[in-house]
């Protein structure tokens, strides 16, 4: 039921298919790097959609939550345990599989965790620190939850930027691949390039699925519910804060996930991943896209995260995304693709007479 | 006399210099950051909305004053870039902000932050990434002043005597004048003052010049102590939305004290934790508050609903 | 045991007893009516009932069970449904899917049969819409079924709202000022539907301004003044009450 949805899937997999031929032939493969980049914040941009554009709660932390995601796995595939191999933890963590050992660039015997456990437990941890964060954050409203969003983001960045563990300013770098399954591999190597634009808008494509399917679902309608009018879903015998936390841990996940792959993808986290600046980036993107359409969010996540990427923005590369966020705001706090434009017109020719609005 | 801070089985003993010299950092910051927050709660009791570019106004006056300076004296530098940042309060709110009907305010968070962040990388292409800071107004870095044995910097008195003076005259000025009673009117009831012929309009667009006035002027004072650089309006807005939310939204004389407390605990937290966490300090307290009283440390949840100054 | 028994309810705002030590019983099955002046305490005793505000003292049984301190979705699973008085309609959610929302809690699909379009859920999304579209045709309004509620007229979107409230399959429904902003017209058609209603089994108590409606429908009615109950009867019993006239038309005229 509801299958007319996934059509527009079926034109996007097709133009993916048509961007990386074209590409081959035209030797402009090089663009298909940007895009893997694009898929993997789109599909932060997504999650975020259906927390702030559905459930209608605000969050300033996401690079926070994507920054988790991108920062323990590139602690633990990069750590080296091999001086600890006598500690039984590590023994145990070995013997279970967990490991990999290695040689360094110099020979040295290396041990380090393996990708997929690490994955694992970055996408626990985020969905459980999303969970006892938005316990209490999410009972706040307008600016106290935009500010509290706000700190927590910025206690992530400055806990980055402050321990030596996670590089300091420096960031984590020669974080290896990430081998998804025999022969899909998550990495940067010239040679894989089509192989991961493939993984990432397939991880993408997987995501979008995942929130179409939820917001055309009972559960969706309830957070579109709580965005209309908390007081009323409530009186409809909606669980609110249980639904908000929902919302805010998927898009928290989903936020880790991207950090997980593009982590893997670039081979390498720096601190400027969990600024505020890019949770702004995130917020400015899901509003451009209309809030409460994940085809538009999606769209304009790509095609911006592109654009920056390529660095069409040059220097205004931040200053973009302030203007961006201020004109939408004014003139079409509900995005640009509702303009209400079609409405206008209707009106105009006296097919619907405007009528009366309650306060 | 010797202070004992316990704290997670560390001890500490600090001498009484010691503690001076804490208690003096940790006022300045504090009356800074109390600054913010006025200006946070001025605009917040005329308009209802949280404005976050008001750290920008701070770094804008210092950044102004650092570069009039190359051409004016420092008082007059000063006195300039204060009215420079209050004309571009005042173009803030009568391009972006006036003519909205009735704005969510989630547009309106999303409004401010967009500003926020165009102000700062305006700064960041007019004056890099550079850190920058006005000369000591008396004596330069290593000139003190004796204060109970230790050796303050005359800058401080300058950031105290400026600061408190400009608490003293805006309780004057909405205690008294007739234009500070006014804005209180539009605080209590717009629709009210409206009725009773208060463009409240206009006073909206004052309340961002007002607030855009003492930040900058913070700015300037504060410079040669902390320094001015183009990002640094972000941290200054948290700090501040911390001590309006400590003392209670639109609660301007509470804020005093919460700045202060919140400066002196920054201040003393140095000696117990690393200085990169120290921010992260500032935003734990406003986490908690926000959990637990979220109507302020010295406000109850009735005379939170009544807005007073 | 009564279908839902007020006891000694009491809410104060400040040195205001807005609802002072109020007790009143409701029959199931019955339709009884909250009037009183402006400011007698009317809303606050119906969001009392409704969890919105928790009360200082006194005790609500709802079939048998104490609900005070209960959050309203709670309340609402137990099976009382409300109204608001300024409407609180879900405004960029079209009619039918407002409706849909008050089928939430008679529906069980959850996040990730949801995110997956599980086979199952087809079938409880189909009996969702069938049910709510019945209800929408029931109040005169399926053709409105695909209209942004917020651009519906005033007199739909309180016929939505009802629809939405119909759509809990209540025990009990709380209407607050339902013919608030109604014509005459509407009103008779108000009153029609209300005992329509009832005659589903759904008790129901309504907070009305609209006297003919009032003593039209109503099988009793609570007189509230300045939050406390000062009367109870049947519709003639109360407009033959010296005390309500006297509160109704002022002392000079009684």
Known sequence: ?359 | MQFCLCHGGLVFFMTPELFLQYLFAGVTYGLIYAIVAIGFNIIYNTTGIINFAQGEFVMLGGMTAISLHHYLPLPLAIAAAVAITMVIGALIEMVFIRWLHNPSILRMIIITIGLSILIREGALHIWGEGVRALPYFNGNEITSIVVLGVGVSPQVFWVLGVCGLMVAALYLFFKFVPLGLVMRACAANRVAATLCGVSTKNMVTFSFVLSAGIGAMAGCVVSPITYSQYDGGTNLAIKGFTVAILGGLGNSMAAVAAGLLLGIIEAFSISVVPLAFQDAIAIGILLIILFIRPHGLFGNRSAAMLKEF | ?254
């Open chain 1, 1 to 359: 039921m509801g299958f007319a949805r996934y059509i527009p899937i079926a034109f996007l997999v097709a133009g993916l298919v048509l961007v990386q031929q074209v590409t081959q032939h035209t030797g402009t493969t090089f663009y298909l790097t940007q895009l893997t980049m694009a898929a993997y914040y789109a599909l932060v941009i997504t999650g975020l959609c259906l927390l702030m554009g559905y459930a209608g709660q605000i969050s300033l932390g996401h690079a926070g939550f994507f920054a988790i995601g991108g920062y323990i796995p590139a602690a633990l595939t990069t750590y080296n345990l091999e001086p600890l191999r006598e500690k039984w933890l590590v023994q145990t963590l070995d013997a279970a599989g967990l490991l990999t050992a290695g040689q360094d660039l110099y020979g040295q015997q290396v041990l380090h965790v393996h990708p997929w456990p690490s994955c694992i437990l970055a996408l626990l941890l985020t969905a459980g620190l999303a969970f006892v964060i938005g316990m209490p954050v999410l009972k706040l409203k307008g600016h106290y939850l935009a500010m509290a969003t706000l700190g927590f983001g910025t206690i992530v960045y400055r806990v980055f930027l402050a321990m030596p563990l996670f590089g300091e300013a420096d960031g984590i770098s020669a974080v290896p691949p990430f081998p998804l399954l025999p022969g899909v591999t998550v990495s940067g190597d010239f040679a894989a390039r089509t192989e991961n634009y493939y993984i990432a808008f397939g991880l993408l494509i997987v995501g979008l699925l995942f929130l179409i399917n939820l917001v055309h679902s009972r559960i969706g309608r309830a957070f579109r519910a709580i965005h209309g009018s908390e007081e009323a879903a409530n009186a409809m015998g909606i669980n609110t804060p249980r639904l908000k936390l929902q919302a805010f841990v998927i898009s928290a996940v989903f936020a880790a996930l991207a950090g997980v792959f593009l982590t893997h993808y670039n081979g390498g986290i720096g601190p400027s991943e969990a600024s505020v600046m890019k949770s702004i980036r995130y917020v400015a993107i899901v509003a451009v896209g209309g809030m409460a359409s994940l085809w538009g969010v999606f769209f304009m996540g790509i095609l911006l995260n592109f654009m920056s990427l390529r660095g069409m923005f040059g220097t205004y590369d931040d200053a973009v995304f302030g203007v961006i966020l201020i004109l939408i705001m004014l003139f079409a706090p509900n995005g640009l693709l509702r303009l209400h434009l079609w409405q206008r017109m209707r009106r105009w020719r006296g097919v619907d007479k405007p009528k009366s609005r309650t306060e």
């Open chain 3, 1 to 254: 045991m009564s279908f839902l028994a007020i006891q000694h309810l009491h809410k104060s705002f400040g040195g205001l007893h807005a609802v002072n030590d109020v007790s009143f019983a409701l029959a199931a099955g019955e339709i009884k009516a909250l009037i009183g002046p402006n400011g007698a305490g009317k809303t606050t005793l119906l969001n009392l009932l409704s969890g919105n505000i928790l009360p200082d003292a006194g005790e609500v049984i709802f079939l048998g069970k104490p609900i005070q301190g209960l959050k309203p979705f709670q309340i609402a699973r137990r099976g009382m449904a409300r109204t608001f008085q300024n409407i609180k309609l879900f405004p960029e959610m079209t009619a039918l899917e407002n409706v849909m929302v008050g089928r939430h809690m008679r529906s069980r699909s959850g996040v990730w049969s949801g995110a997956g379009n599980l086979p199952w859920t087809w079938k409880e999304e189909a009996g969702i819409r069938r049910k709510s579209l019945e209800l929408m045709e029931f109040m005169g309004i399926a053709e409105h079924a695909g209209t942004e509620a917020a651009s519906l007229a005033f007199g739909q979107q309180r016929a939505v709202e009802f629809a939405r409230a119909l759509a809990l399959e209540p025990d009990l429904l709380l209407l607050d000022e339902p013919a608030a902003g109604l014509n005459i017209y509407e009103t008779a058609e108000l009153a029609k539907l209300i005992r329509k209603v009832r005659d589903r089994g759904i008790t129901i108590l309504l907070v009305e301004h609209d006297m003919s409606l009032v003593m039209d429908i109503s099988d009793s009615i609570v007189v509230l003044s300045f939050g406390r109950r000062i009367a109870e009867g049947n519709p003639l019993e109360i407009q033959n009450n010296p005390e309500v006239i006297q509160i109704y038309l002022g002392e000079d005229d009684a």
